[in-house]
């Protein structure tokens, strides 16, 4: 009896062990992402199931760009390396291995394929148009990162047209060699389908026996779906009534499948991800290039996205997929440049990304034209007040007062380009009529209020000082929205402050701070106290995040200081500039690295260079070098530059001792323009786009001095 007792005991024990660890054991967790490539976000509202899902789930815009050409492939191979790369369809045909591909790709690559069962056969070639990338992508970064932590990858289906084999979801899913555990990629994911795009169509009930198939052995799952990609390729074909039919039947048909593959999916333990790599003709129309993403499933609360590449509601960039992906797997997110995406809480967050979507349309779209024209009218100003310096010399009174008005005008266009989003404009002309109306009545209050000639150059140059800097100690409301802030599209930027406005802010307040040192005869120490305000709103990484510009800045105010202090600068003063410039960009680098939580374009740069040794400074230097060659010759603002270096040049000089009397008169704003010529030099040396900060840095140094010996000449010749 007590033997049967005591086993009767030891099996209960067993039992509830057995139990504890069944408990216990952690679920493996899923995540598949439906790859539609042309998706816009006027689709998802026509797709019932699929805008449930972003309702419920977490919504946002997407930065599709890569490196160099602009396409999907370059996008998609930019998704997978989670750095910007580039591709085209000549280095990215990938194909399921059979002993035909599998002899192709070990003899371009030299080694064996294992037990892979999809390649791209042009991967060799992939990473040599990558080889001179400053952007430093890892080619298979996605893929390699997961094989570290032994998720598994498949891929199923494909964008394939006509004769080319269109497969993105592998440039996605492939580790550095190329290829990918699971998946099939081939023709016979396809149906026949004469009323369809070249012929064919997705076969969707393929799509759901192969996932039922490789979901059993994988963790991540690609799954891409090609119509969109095939309608839109072949859109020149179609008449507008043909192509709205079939581009409704194939976002119905997308909409079905992704909720037949939603009703298969425990939700609890996969994350589900809608994802387009690249933009549709009609984005390319109408501006909204930024394109959806929509995660829900396991952990996605509700809200918008967003992540610390951007920091913007609502927008990430496709360099943050993959190490989103990477971290939900606690795999290795060191090998990418992005972030991790997360959610943060938005009521009403369709309606406010779909505004969004809008606003970063409407100034992609018209930004160009806007910044075109103040850069021309600007030049026609200089030119014109130019020529009536040097060559008419008998006054007349109307003439010299709208040409007075104009110069100023050009001080007051930053200030009304700031403040136009507040005045909600609904189209380009609205805009520049507002732009138009903001400037003449800045203007006028200038002239109105001006009791001595320096007067107008003090209130504009304050007032944009003061709400610049107003605004990005306040998140930057105003310039993120701003024609002349920068545009979340083109993605040279997406927080903090601008080369555009860096250029304006340091211009404007070497004037203001200097000009109010001759005028009110103030004590010299209030210029150390205002340029270190300015080059901390410019350079700390939770205000303007600007490094370049917080290099400028440092060295400009610094050499001002010393001239206000010192009139003839020594050798030992220079090693104090330098010294300051080090010193601060120490400071902020500590403070990005180590207090700030989100961190900056610097922290991460310090970052990549401690993991990636000396040779990424070589690359940020080239990059820089690079960019400014290609904006020299293709940008506007280095008309602006040019003609405003002639134009200051000859003034030195004609009408002789003109402007040696105003530096004499204004002895204090003599070294604020100075510096402001330093701070171009520097700026232009240390920004990816100095050119611009260059340009617009000058403006308020040419139309100041303009300014001061037009109404020399004017009162000499009363």
Not at 316 to 344: H, R, W
Not at 508 to 536: C, E, H, Q, W
Not at 649 to 666: D, H, N, Q, T
């Amino acid at each position: 009896m007590k033997k049967i007792t005591k086993a009767l005991c030891f099996l209960i024990i067993m039992i509830g062990i057995s139990s504890f660890c069944s408990y216990s054991q952690a679920v493996e967790e899923n995540f598949i992402v439906f790859l539609i490539d042309k998706l816009t976000f006027d689709d998802i509202e026509s797709m019932v199931f699929t805008k449930s899902i972003s309702e419920k789930g977490a919504l946002g815009l997407m930065n599709t760009r890569g490196h160099g050409s602009n396409n999907e492939y370059s996008s998609a191979l930019t998704i997978g390396s989670g750095a910007r790369a580039q591709a085209s369809y000549f280095s990215s045909r990938a194909q399921n291995l059979d002993d035909e591909s599998i002899k192709v790709y070990e003899r371009r690559n030299g080694y064996a394929t294992a037990s892979k069962e999809i390649a791209n056969l042009d991967i060799a070639k992939l990473k040599e148009v990558n080889r001179d990338n400053n952007f430093n992508p890892v080619i298979g970064a996605l893929g390699s990162s997961l094989k570290i932590n032994d998720k598994k990858i498949s891929i199923i289906g494909n964008s394939d047209i006509d004769s080319r084999e269109v497969r993105l979801g592998v440039l996605i899913g492939m580790d550095e060699n190329g290829l990918v555990d699971y998946g099939t990629v081939g023709k016979d994911m396809n149906l026949k389908a004469s009323n369809y795009p070249y012929g064919i169509k997705t076969d969707y009930d393929m799509m759901i026996s192969k996932y039922r198939e490789f979901s059993k052995k994988s963790e991540l799952l690609i799954l891409e779906l090609g119509d969109l990609y095939r309608l839109e390729k072949y859109k020149a074909n179609l008449s507008p009534e043909i192509y709205a039919n079939l581009r409704e039947k194939i976002l119905w048909d997308m909409d079905l499948f992704i909720n037949n593959v939603y009703n298969l999916v425990d939700t609890n333990n996969t994350r589900i991800m809608i994802l387009s790599p690249s933009h549709s003709s009609s984005a390319v129309q109408s501006g909204k290039r930024l394109s959806p993403v929509i995660i829900s499933g396991s952990g996605v609360r509700d809200g918008i996205l967003s992540s610390d590449t951007t920091r913007r509601e609502g927008i990430i960039g496709n360099v943050d997929i993959s190490p989103y992906i990477a971290s939900f797997f606690s795999s290795n997110i060191n090998l990418f440049t992005g972030k991790p995406i997360y959610v943060l809480d938005k009521e009403n967050k369709f309606t406010y990304i779909r505004d969004l979507n809008n606003q970063t349309g409407f100034l992609y779209k018209n930004r160009l034209n806007v910044l075109f024209s103040f850069a021309i009218y600007e030049i026609i100003v200089s030119f014109l007040v130019f020529l009536t310096i040097q060559f008419i010399r008998k006054p007349r009174l109307k003439l010299y007062k709208l040409l007075e008005y104009l110069l100023l005008s050009n001080m007051a266009i930053p200030i009304a380009l700031l403040i136009l989003p507040i005045f909600r404009p609904m189209n380009l002309y609205d805009a520049i009529i507002k732009i138009i109306i903001i400037t003449i009545i800045l203007t006028l209050i200038a002239v109105l209020i001006r009791k001595e000639t320096i007067d107008s150059i003090i209130f504009l140059s304050g007032l944009i000082c003061l709400l610049l800097t107003i605004d990005i100690i306040t998140g930057s409301g105003l310039i993120k929205i701003s024609f002349l802030g920068y545009d979340p599209i083109i993605g040279a930027r997406y927080y903090g402050l601008g080369n555009e406005f860096m250029g304006i802010l340091i211009g404007a307040s070497m004037v203001f701070t200097t000009a109010i040192l001759d005028k009110y005869k103030i004590n010299r120490g209030y210029s150390i106290i205002l340029f270190t305000m300015i080059t901390i709103a410019i350079g700390f990484p939770k205000f303007g995040a600007n490094v370049g510009g917080a290099i400028a800045a440092t060295f400009a105010f610094t050499f001002v200081t010393l001239k206000i202090y010192n009139s003839r600068l020594k050798f030992n003063h220079y090693i104090y500039i330098v010294s300051s410039v080090f010193a601060f960009v120490l400071f902020i680098s500590l403070v990005d690295l180590y207090l700030v939580k989100s961190s900056s374009h610097l922290a991460n740069a310090i970052k990549q260079i401690s993991r990636e040794g000396p040779n990424v400074i070589y690359s940020i230097i080239n990059r820089k070098i690079s960019m400014n060659i290609k904006l020299f010759g293709t940008t506007i603002w280095s008309k602006v530059l040019v003609s405003s270096l002639i134009f200051l040049g000859v003034l030195f000089y004609r009408p002789f001792g003109v402007a040696k009397k105003i530096f004499e008169r204004y002895s204090y704003l003599s070294k604020g323009l100075l510096g402001i010529l330093i701070a171009c030099i520097v700026s232009f040396l240390v920004n990816d786009s100095g050119v611009v900060a260059s340009a617009t840095a000058i403006i308020f140094l040419a139309m100041t001095l303009m300014y001061l010996v037009f109404n020399e000449i004017r009162n000499e010749a009363l």
